[in-house]
């Protein structure tokens, strides 16, 4: 079992920065691949980034490669998604997931996902 914590979102103008970050419960947390998703208002849940259990492999959204960075530190439980230039359209609730995988194992389909948190939001004012 593992419980997700989200925290960091808030609001924030165009252009502007903010780092999400998700800590999880458990001893199993190194067993686990983890990614971000979000949902904006009327729209279904989207992946946005995800990262391997070993923190060896990263995969992005097209909509956020070279403005999102996911990252995990395994030592505290804890991922990130580090976020630049943000845009109106980045505006949605964001929420962490987690699943067991092997070593190099990552997906970016929603259904595939096992754990989720409650979600975090995010706006960005233009």
């Known amino acids: 079992q593992v419980q997700l914590v989200e925290s960091g979102g808030g609001l924030v103008q165009a252009g502007g920065s903010l780092r999400l970050s998700c800590a999880a419960s458990?001893?199993?947390?190194?067993?686990?691949?983890m990614g971000w998703f979000r949902q904006a208002p009327g729209k279904e849940r989207e992946f946005v980034a995800t990262?391997?259990?070993?923190?060896?492999?990263?995969v992005y959204a097209d909509s956020v490669k070279g403005r999102f960075t996911i990252s995990r530190d395994n030592a505290k439980n804890t991922i990130y998604l580090h976020m630049n230039s943000l845009k109106p359209e980045d505006t949605a609730v964001y929420y962490c997931?987690?699943?067991?995988?092997?070593?190099?194992?990552?997906?970016?389909?929603?259904?595939?996902?096992?754990?989720w948190g409650q979600g975090t939001q995010v706006t960005v004012s233009s």
């Open positions: 997931a987690a699943r067991y995988s092997g070593s190099y194992v990552y997906t970016i389909k929603v259904a595939e996902y096992n754990y």
């Open positions: 458990g001893r199993t947390f190194s067993s686990v691949a």
């Open positions: 990262i391997t259990r070993n923190g060896g492999v990263t």
